[in-house]
């Protein structure tokens, strides 16, 4: 321990509350009477008040307070332009994720994104338009024809391609297919088995039932039908014992249809990659359709006389637009969405702030609200520079907010060490708040006790005893009925008592008065005290 450190116990230690010091006041009174009545009987000695040194159990706490701040903090921003229909953010209030706390007027989103549809429907009309009228006016029926050639064969080139795809597809279809329908058979198999199961339950009940009204209508080893009472006692017992071996392998068989994919009957393709490939097939077929399509207007336009063709850049154009007309409703659709589905909490916590009311405008990338944390906290701590010593990372502490009571661990401590607004230098710390609940209060004062140091068997004195001296700590021993001055080193020092580590031993009588009138060498008896426990 420092010798900063001690001389802070110390000062804390000697002040003495009022109700204490009348009670010192009239104790010396009483000792300088006694002084004076053995001067003047000339006695030898006066009575002081000893303690005995013992060993016991010490505790160092440091204690210190923080303010409660959250590690985790969002803000939401609008994703769209749209006016505030209902607003439930609340500043103070606690929300759990996944709650819906702004929701939009989607009205103008929605007209918006029926005026983009039908731009994107007018860019292709259009593009449309001017592709079939320059096929009409084009001038050179040979080029178009080549042309026309050329699209022809690589129309039948994609169709030969599509159909070798959907070939594949159904043959993996059908393989999907196959396996589900074996997983179903295994399923039904299994089923009926435990329908069986169940029937041989029954079965078996109903003789148990029937040999035990059997039993109740027969007296003392009395027969019914050839049947002795124990035969038929034996048979009950073998009819649990049935039971219990059916509903053990009732319980087997649940398990294997568990491992199947549960209880249902249904066959065909089921699963994501049996439905991924059956859509895949489908929409395969339906652009083999459209190339089929594609190619019987080719063939059919190969007589078409054209005296004009777009430019390329023409073509470009034209799909440009197309392009831009498509992700303008693409745009349009999303923000409709994303207006529809609002703001909602992303895990629990507390609103801290609140920039949108109901009934304004949401402007898309403008400020709605800012949410705290209530479940990922900590306590922001400043401690002073020359205590920085009792900040180890990793340390446990108990965390007081009002009446509650939480446990913590010292997170991070800061490398150096600032001037506050006092101008006084501290350190600044971070102690987690490790079991955190809905008593949690952002931005309270919390109390923080740590455990600097602790021993289970130390030789320990009550800290008013021990004095300090400009050349170290040191006390008052009463030996052979004298008084003699005896420096100590002392260690983990508690609100109470003194861990000492070299200079007495266990049972040395020490002084404990404070009057002030102890002199090295002077004969005095001793008064034993008991030390107050504590820590």
Request: charged content about 30%.
């Amino acid at each position: 321990m420092s010798k900063e450190r001690r001389r802070k116990y110390r000062r804390r230690r000697k002040k003495l509350p009022g109700w204490v010091i009348l009670p010192i006041l009239a104790g010396m009174a009483v000792i300088c009477f006694g002084i004076s009545k053995a001067v003047g009987g000339n006695v030898g000695e006066v009575k002081l008040n000893v303690v005995e040194a013992r060993y016991e159990s010490v505790k160092e706490v440091y204690h210190t307070s923080g303010t409660v701040v959250s590690k985790r903090s969002k803000t939401f921003y609008s994703p769209v332009n749209a006016p505030i229909k209902e607003n439930k953010a609340r500043v103070g209030e606690a929300v759990k994720k996944g709650d819906k706390l702004i929701i939009f007027d989607t009205k103008n989103l929605d007209r918006d994104n029926q005026t983009s549809r039908l731009q994107t429907l007018s860019a292709k009309y259009t593009s449309q338009d001017a592709k079939e009228q320059s096929g009409r006016a084009a001038k050179s029926m040979g080029e178009v024809k080549k042309q026309q050639d050329a699209a022809v064969s690589e129309l039948k080139t994609q169709i030969k391609k599509k159909n070798t795809k959907i070939q594949k597809l159904e043959k993996q279809v059908k393989e999907s297919a196959k396996q589900s329908e074996k997983a179903a058979g295994e399923r039904a198999g299994i089923q009926k088995k435990m329908a069986d199961n169940l029937d041989s339950q029954s079965i078996c009940r109903a003789k148990k039932e029937n040999a035990q009204r059997q039993l109740d209508n027969l007296g003392e080893e009395e027969q019914d039908g050839g049947q002795t009472k124990a035969q038929l006692i034996d048979e009950a017992q073998n009819a649990t014992n049935e039971i219990s071996r059916l509903e053990r392998e009732y319980r087997t068989f649940e398990q294997e249809l568990k491992q199947l994919g549960g209880e249902s009957l249904e066959g065909g393709i089921g699963g994501t990659e049996d439905s991924t490939l059956v859509q895949s097939l489908a929409q395969a077929k339906q652009e083999l359709e459209a190339l089929k399509s594609s190619l019987a207007q080719a063939e059919n336009s190969k007589q078409a006389t054209a005296d004009a063709k777009l430019t390329d850049a023409q073509i470009k154009n034209l799909k440009v637009s197309e392009d831009l007309a498509q992700m303008a409703e693409l745009t349009s659709k999303e923000l409709l969405e994303k207006g529809k589905e609002g703001i909602r909490a992303e895990f629990d916590g507390i609103i801290s702030d609140v920039k949108a009311f109901e009934g304004s405008d949401a402007i898309q990338g403008g400020e709605l609200f800012t949410l705290v944390s209530n479940r990922d906290v900590c306590v922001e701590l400043e401690v002073s520079a020359g205590d920085f010593d009792n900040l180890v990372t990793g340390e446990k502490a108990v965390v007081t907010m009002g009446k509650h009571t939480y446990q913590g661990t010292l997170e991070s401590v800061n490398k150096i060490a600032l001037k506050n607004e006092k101008g006084n230098p501290v350190i600044g710390a971070k102690l987690s708040i490790d079991n955190p609940d809905d008593d949690i209060y952002i931005g309270v004062s919390a109390k923080v006790n740590m455990t600097v140091a602790e021993k289970e068997n130390a030789l320990c004195l009550p800290n008013e005893v021990i004095n300090t001296a400009a050349d170290g700590d040191f006390v008052y021993v009463l030996k052979d009925g004298a008084v003699k001055k005896q420096k100590v080193e002392v260690g983990i020092v508690s609100s109470s008592k003194s861990e000492v580590l070299s200079g007495i031993e266990e049972g040395d009588q020490i002084v404990s008065d404070i009057s002030g009138n102890i002199k090295e060498g002077m004969k005095a008896e001793g008064i034993r005290q008991e030390a107050a426990d504590g820590e």
